[in-house]
């Protein structure tokens, strides 16, 4: 069936270090996937999509990457702040016909170290 | 907006009772969905909702109904919980079809967190 693997399923790096995060995904008609940040004891909140026809998406330090051959795509954080301290969650939603549905990866729990 | 509510926060259930999460966004989204968050385990889709009437299964519906009678409101049900349902429950919501997509930024609730004893 349709999965999504994510690694790291912990992270910590040095506050100012960059910290990136894999996904990949197994139903090639997937077109998009966001990637969500949660705080403890809240609800997940997206940080960043992209959508199939892209190859990679910016919004100051944060970054996604996505290559579909491979059918991977990655969360890139630069200059990390304690603030980034979260559970990170990958997505992919394949489109097929009549389902709408969003498969989540595992998380990955990132730690800054000030 | 209050954005996506959810009730209760927390529930403690025995094994065999019946209860109802409740789910509401004021957003005015097509798109509602339940999921259910477990340790290594990522979020695993329940049931969803593209519109009022309208519902399908996700990947682990067994043990639980949804209706959507409104465009506001996607309670979920349990019939007779088992300790299998221990777990914490997000309910969110997106448009749909907003231009000419199919997908959009879902916006989570606070969450519940059931125990089923």
């Known amino acids: 069936g349709e999965n999504v693997e994510q690694h790291p399923s912990t992270l910590s790096v040095q506050e100012g270090d960059s910290a990136v995060i894999k996904c990949t995904y197994s139903?090639?008609?997937?077109?998009?996937f966001p990637w969500y940040k949660q705080e403890l004891g809240k609800g997940p909140q997206l940080i960043i999509d992209?959508?199939?026809?892209?190859g990679e998406k910016k919004d100051q330090r944060i970054a996604v990457t996505l290559n579909k051959t491979a059918k991977h795509f990655s969360l890139h954080i630069t200059e990390t702040q304690p603030e980034d301290s979260a559970v990170y969650f990958c997505?992919?939603?394949?489109?097929?016909?009549?389902?709408?549905?969003?498969?989540f990866g595992t998380g990955t729990r990132l730690k800054v170290l000030a | 907006n209050a954005g996506v509510t959810q009730t209760p926060k927390f529930q403690v259930l025995k094994t065999g009772q019946s209860m109802t999460l409740q789910c509401a966004q004021d957003?005015?989204?097509?798109?509602m969905s339940w999921y259910r968050q477990d340790p290594g385990m990522g979020l695993r889709l329940i049931h969803y909702?593209?519109?009022?009437?309208?519902?399908d299964q996700g990947e682990v519906p067994n043990g639980y109904n949804v209706s959507r009678s409104t465009t506001e409101d996607f309670p979920l049900r349990l019939l007779s919980a088992a300790p299998s349902q221990t777990s914490v429950y997000f309910c969110?919501?997106?448009?749909?079809?907003?231009?000419?997509?199919?997908?959009?930024?879902?916006?989570f609730g606070p969450g519940t967190r059931l125990t089923v004893l």
């Open positions: 997505a992919a939603r394949p489109n097929h016909s009549g389902t709408y549905k969003y498969i």
């Open positions: 957003m005015n989204h097509e798109y």
């Open positions: 139903d090639s008609a997937s077109n998009y």
């Open positions: 992209i959508r199939s026809n892209v």
């Open positions: 909702s593209v519109g009022a009437g309208i519902t």
């Open positions: 969110a919501s997106s448009y749909f079809r907003l231009a000419g997509y199919s997908y959009n930024e879902q916006f």
